[in-house]
């Protein structure tokens, strides 16, 4: 599917390295407005107690290290009613994560996901992010930020077999001050984030033998009972 996307073909010019390689994200931007495949998001509040599941790391960043009040940002897309779609189509991603992002400004830098390992998910621009895999299962992962990220806290991947969807969940605040500004005031930071997780989810349908990729539902939660 990324072959498709017109900003794949610019990325791969003068745009490929730093610094110019920052413009592809707002491009991309832009053509999935163009395209109308813009992501259908909404806004609820509900009562969350933002306690971290995940073991306390020497370098972990938690949530209570981080900027910001804590949010909760769901995303959620369908998957061909085909049996075992899901299972096979995770079992991708846990294999090679990368293959499910747009290389020109988001890569998974690592092979196989597996427990305890450490490696960045890396942006165009200043947003590079030092993770850990905190949890492996065949149906669902979750990835703890440490120190240098842009975030501070955990995001889960994982798919419902039973509703033929893949979803993404971060529970995060912002990792610093001029990160929280990008996120909040001038949400070019929540917008470049959304798109990477809208390519994922969008990847994997197509990976699992759809003709056309869904469009992804964002549930952005603030102060809510949401974590189970």
Same mark, same amino acid.
């Given at each position: 599917?990324?072959?498709?996307? !017109?900003?794949?073909?610019?990325?791969? @010019?003068?745009?490929?390295?730093?610094? !110019?390689?920052? &413009?592809?994200?707002?491009?991309?931007?832009? +053509?999935?407005?163009?395209?109308?495949?813009?992501?259908?998001?909404?806004?609820?509040?509900?009562?969350?107690?933002?306690?971290?599941?995940?073991?306390?790391? +020497?370098?972990?960043?938690?949530?209570?290290?981080?900027?910001?009040?804590?949010?909760?940002?769901?995303?959620?897309g369908a998957l061909p009613k085909t049996d075992n779609a899901g299972r096979d189509v995770?079992?991708?991603?846990?294999?090679?994560?990368?293959?499910?992002?747009?290389? +020109?400004?988001?890569?998974?830098?690592?092979?196989? &996901?597996?427990?305890?390992?450490?490696?960045?998910?890396? !942006?165009?621009?200043?947003?590079?992010?030092?993770?850990?895999?905190?949890?492996?299962?065949?149906?669902?992962?979750?990835?703890?930020? !440490? +120190?240098?990220?842009?975030?501070?806290?955990? $995001?889960?991947?994982?798919?419902?077999?039973?509703?033929?969807e893949f979803w993404i969940r971060s529970t995060a605040r912002a990792g610093d001050r001029?990160?929280?500004?990008?996120?909040?005031?001038?949400? $070019? @930071?929540?917008?470049?984030?959304?798109?990477?997780?809208?390519?994922? $989810?969008?990847?994997?349908?197509?990976?699992a033998g759809a003709s056309i990729p869904p469009i992804v539902d964002v549930v952005t939660?603030? @102060?809510?009972?949401?974590?189970?």
């Open positions: 599917m990324n072959s498709l996307r !017109l900003t794949s073909q610019i990325a791969k @010019g003068p745009l490929r390295r730093p610094p !110019l390689n920052v &413009l592809v994200p707002p491009l991309s931007l832009l +053509e999935r407005r163009l395209r109308g495949r813009w992501w259908n998001e909404r806004e609820v509040d509900a009562t969350f107690d933002p306690i971290s599941p995940v073991p306390d790391y +020497e370098d972990l960043q938690s949530i209570d290290d981080g900027v910001g009040e804590p949010i909760i940002r769901v995303y959620r995770f079992a991708k991603f846990i294999d090679n994560p990368a293959h499910f992002c747009p290389r +020109e400004f988001a890569v998974f830098a690592t092979g196989r &996901l597996v427990e305890g390992n450490r490696f960045h998910v890396r !942006l165009a621009g200043p947003w590079n992010g030092p993770v850990v895999v905190e949890r492996v299962r065949s149906h669902w992962v979750r990835l703890a930020t !440490l +120190e240098g990220h842009m975030e501070a806290g955990w $995001i889960d991947f994982g798919i419902d077999e039973e509703k033929s001029p990160f929280w500004m990008l996120y909040e005031i001038l949400p $070019i @930071g929540r917008w470049v984030q959304t798109e990477m997780w809208c390519t994922v $989810i969008e990847s994997a349908a197509v990976l939660i603030r @102060g809510g009972n949401a974590l189970n």
